[in-house]
Structure formats: C-alpha cells, structure tokens
C-alpha cells in the first residue's frame, strides 16, 4: 500500500520540535497531539477542524499510542474525515515529555479516517506499523530537508 496518497507536503513537519518549542510552556504529548490534529487540518477532507482536534485529543487520552523507541501513531475515526488523511512530524532534537513517555519522541504520524471505511483504515495501520518495524525505516526520515522525501518514504 502506498501511504503517500494520504499525506501531502503541507501535512509534513520537518523541525516539530521548534514548532513546539515556540509555546511559552514544556510541551506535552497532548500538545504533540494538537499539533499533529493543526496538520491534519490543512487538509480539505477535515469538515470541522475543532471537532477532529477534540476527536483526536480524546481518543489519545483513553488510550495513547505511543509505541515505544520514540515513535507516536496518534490516530482516530471520525465523522470529521472525508477520507483517509495523514500527518508526520520529525523530532531532529528528541523531545522528551516529563512524566508522560519513558523514551523522547523522534516520530509521530498520526491520521484520521471516517468510521464506514474500516478497511482502508486498518490495512493501512497495519501497514504503517510493518514500516516501522523495519529496520533504519524510522531513521530515514531524519536528516529530511524536503516534505517530498518523507513522501517519498510512505510511498516505497
């Protein structure tokens, strides 16, 4: 499955820790998860912007998905999605969330979908959790200088 299809450059955050870092406050994992939701909303297949970024937010509190060696997969259903639709961000410089997570964050990629395309939605988690297990696949997205390239990843 190409992943590409359901990212565009626009979705990319190259340097998320100095975009987090602008906050007067120590950025925490729901601060990623509001940046990540600030992503997806570039996108015109987001009905509501606020509601997605509520609908996300929620779902990461009940039950955060960070996997572990600095890779976070935030993702949620929703009615606010007219398809599915990706975000990535890129921590050059690992953040480390006090008290939240036992690793700093390297990666996050998060993505909405609509609740009536469960198939979509699930091929390509599990698709982009098979990616991420492979070796120096996490590792290729740093040292990035285009979007296209992260792009250009998802899509291979």
């Known amino acids: 499955m190409n992943l590409s299809r359901f990212l565009a450059e626009d979705r990319v955050d190259l340097d998320a820790s100095s975009s987090l870092a602008e906050e007067d406050k120590e950025p925490t994992y729901e601060h990623v998860v509001q940046h990540m939701a600030e992503l997806l909303c570039r996108s015109e297949d987001v009905i509501n912007g606020k509601k997605i970024t509520q609908d996300l937010i929620l779902r990461e509190r009940r039950t955060p998905t960070f996997l572990g060696q600095g890779i976070a997969m935030p993702h949620v259903r929703t009615l606010q999605a007219r398809r599915l639709i990706m975000a990535v961000a890129v921590f050059p ?63 291979s």
Do not use: C, N
């Open 93 to 155: 410089e690992e953040l480390l969330l006090q008290g939240e997570l036992e690793d700093p964050l390297r990666l996050v990629i998060a993505f909405v979908g609509p609740p009536y395309d469960d198939r979509q939605y699930l091929t390509a988690y599990r698709h982009l959790g098979a990616k991420l297990e492979k070796d120096g696949f996490v590792e290729s997205f740093f040292g990035v200088d285009q979007p296209g390239e992260v792009l250009r990843h998802l899509g």
